[in-house]
């Protein structure tokens, strides 16, 4: 194996932490002297660290003077400081990728292995790992899929284009404990494509109901935390509404088998194109997703629920919809937090059947756990998990959404900010923060291999 | 394009960035630099250089005196007015470039910038001097 080297910057009068000769015995060290960061160095390192220089420079400034005095080199910040840590924005300023210790050093490890492993096969750089768990036997590849082996460190092709990967093939890497394939960056939208297919198609046929729905869950997962991947310079959130057209047919699936007939009958409600529908549409899909993701028993019953929740608008008054609540008169606003109520009645009028569970989460979507929420201000005790998913869905949707006036976040950063709010007080609670936690621990992509590693610094 | 000899003020309050950004302009092609730590030092350099500056590289945020006000200052000198003038921001303050556009900036480039951005800005900027 062709020696891995090391560039690692170093704040003033720091010494290295010894850890680090795990990733490599090649390490050259350096100030963050100017004269000195303009130095050659001979051979040329393959990746470039960049360790915190606690207030010495501001992250943002270290990242646009590496990068600009590197610009061709993998440049990684590691650091515990959490005050002017914002991940997009170290990126956007040049940073190859950033880390946050302690939380990230799993992930810091895993960046290091893959920067190893480009190291040996430079080409790899232009791949991007995907699970194997995401390929389907007997469907034809709409791309070529390739395989890194640990033991020669050769990277290999393991299904060709237009190939259809035997059940006995896939199963010979699980066998050999490889979980990760390789798919060429161009063609990550085919992958997409064919894999909401693969849940298409499994959702309609196939195997027996107990692997179908262990099937229907692994790939949305593992969509789903495609989805929150947040690319280097680019927020890949717009790149994810393909992927979430998809998931929604998905889910759509899912709840038109459950209930047959549920959907037209809300569809005759709301009218199909609206902006209402719309909201109503992509909650239900966020719900059965984070239904899914945390493990909820009957995750189409979320989306029916979401299709459902704010149905009761549809009998209200039209400006309620127009204004946000605190700007609504006092009769409105009255009006307002009867929406849930509403729903249900609506959904009684049309003779919609639906179980206990739905109608729970309807009636309590907009509840609070510090007993402030509305209609019937429950105790937490009260509230089901179904409600709580719900309304962590309901909020998503309204942070991810584009509203006049508010710049839409990531989904990362969505569930980031639901998190913030429903922490920073502990009697201003309207989530249960262990939802939210859980969902973001699941929902970030998952390191490939990890090597266990301390704190760094 | 610009000549090679072009004398060219870089300012910024931070020397790395200085160094940085004079390395970049080398690779570029150039061979003659200035640099201030402020808008206030630039402007003492700008009416001392001899030869005179033929290109402003300014950083936006710095104490004292900013980009954006050295920038107004230089366009309101009769003596300076005509001097090309290129912004250095970062991508949190891209939104204010409009600002300085009203002012008379006549390009900007966002930081990390590669030698190829800069190459390409300053060709825009000197085909509008040899337009005038």
């Known amino acids: 194996m062709s020696q891995f080297r090391l560039l690692i910057f170093l704040p003033q009068n720091k010494e290295l932490y010894p850890g680090w000769r795990r990733f490599s015995q090649d390490i050259v060290t350096q100030s963050y002297d100017a004269e000195k960061m ?45 005050s002017d840590f914002d991940k997009n924005q170290l990126i956007k300023n040049g940073f190859t990728q950033a880390y946050l210790l302690p939380w990230e050093k799993h992930e810091l490890a895993a960046g290091m ?17 995907i699970k194997a768990v995401d390929m389907y036997p007997n469907m034809e590849l709409p791309f070529d899929t390739k395989l890194f082996m640990p033991k020669n460190g050769k990277f290999l092709t ?66 789903v935390s495609e989805m929150f991947v947040e690319n280097s310079k680019e927020n890949t959130f717009k790149q994810s509404q393909m992927l979430l057209e998809d998931l929604r047919k998905s889910v759509r699936l ?11 009958k809300i569809e005759q409600v709301t009218g199909q194109q609206s902006d209402f529908y719309g909201h109503l549409s992509r909650v239900s899909m966020y719900a059965t997703l984070f ?73 309590q979507h907009h509840e609070r756990i510090d007993r402030q929420g509305y209609p019937n201000k429950l105790s937490a005790n009260k509230i089901i998990p179904e409600a709580q998913i719900l309304a962590i869905a309901d909020q998503f949707d309204y942070l991810t959404s584009n509203q006049i006036g508010v710049q839409s976040l990531s989904p990362l950063k969505a569930l980031q900010h639901l998190l913030q709010e429903n922490t920073k007080d502990p009697v201003q609670q309207g989530i249960d923060p262990k939802y939210i936690r859980d969902l973001i621990k699941k929902m970030e992509p998952q390191p490939t291999t990890i090597t266990q590693l301390d704190t760094l610094s | 394009m610009f000549e090679p000899k072009t004398r060219i003020l870089i300012i910024d309050d931070m020397s790395t960035m200085r160094k940085v950004v004079t390395k970049v302009c ?13 808008g206030n030092l630039a402007w003492d350099a700008l009416l001392s250089a001899n030869p005179p500056i033929g290109l402003i590289l300014s950083d936006w945020n710095m104490p004292n005196c900013s980009g954006l006000e050295l920038l107004k200052r230089v366009r309101a000198d009769h003596r300076l007015k005509k001097t090309p003038f290129v912004l250095i921001t970062a991508e949190a ?40």
């Open chain 1, 38 to 82: 303009m130095e050659a160095i001979n051979p040329a390192p393959n990746a470039i660290i960049a360790l915190a220089a606690s207030n010495e420079m501001p992250l943002a400034e270290v990242a646009q003077s590496l990068r600009m005095t590197y610009p061709e080199f993998p440049i990684f910040l590691v650091t515990d400081q959490k």
């Open chain 1, 113 to 129: 292995e893959l920067e190893m492993i480009y190291a040996i096969n430079p080409e790899m750089r232009n791949y991007r790992p």
């Open chain 1, 158 to 223: 393991f299904g060709r284009e237009g190939e259809a990967l035997s059940a006995q093939k896939l199963e010979q890497l699980k066998s050999n404990n490889l979980n990760t394939l390789y798919v060429h960056s161009k063609d990550t939208e085919k992958f997409h494509t064919y894999v909401a297919d693969a849940l298409k198609r499994v959702g309609k046929s196939g195997p027996s109901e107990t692997e179908k729905e262990k099937i229907l869950r692994e790939g949305i997962r593992a969509l």
């Open chain 1, 254 to 264: 899912m709840i038109g088998e459950a209930n047959p007939d549920i959907l037209r």
């Open chain 1, 291 to 363: 239904a899914i993701v945390l493990d909820i028993p009957k995750p189409e019953e979320l989306g029916v629920a979401g299709l459902l929740h704010d149905i009761g608008f549809t009998a209200l008054p039209g400006e309620l919809s127009e204004k946000p609540y605190a700007d609504l008169s006092p009769t409105l606003q009255e009006a307002y937090i009867q929406h849930a109520e509403k729903s249900l009645e609506i959904i009684k009028l049309k003779r919609m059947v639906i179980v206990d569970t739905v109608q729970k989460a309807i009636a």
């Open chain 2, 26 to 38: 080398k690779e570029a092609g150039f061979t003659d630099f200035t640099e201030a730590a402020d």
């Open chain 2, 93 to 132: 303050e891209k939104h204010q470039i409009m600002e300085a556009v009203k002012a008379g900036v006549d390009q900007y480039v966002v930081k990390p910038f590669s030698k190829d951005d800069l190459v390409a800005k300053l060709a825009a900027v000197h085909k509008k001097y040899v337009a005038k």
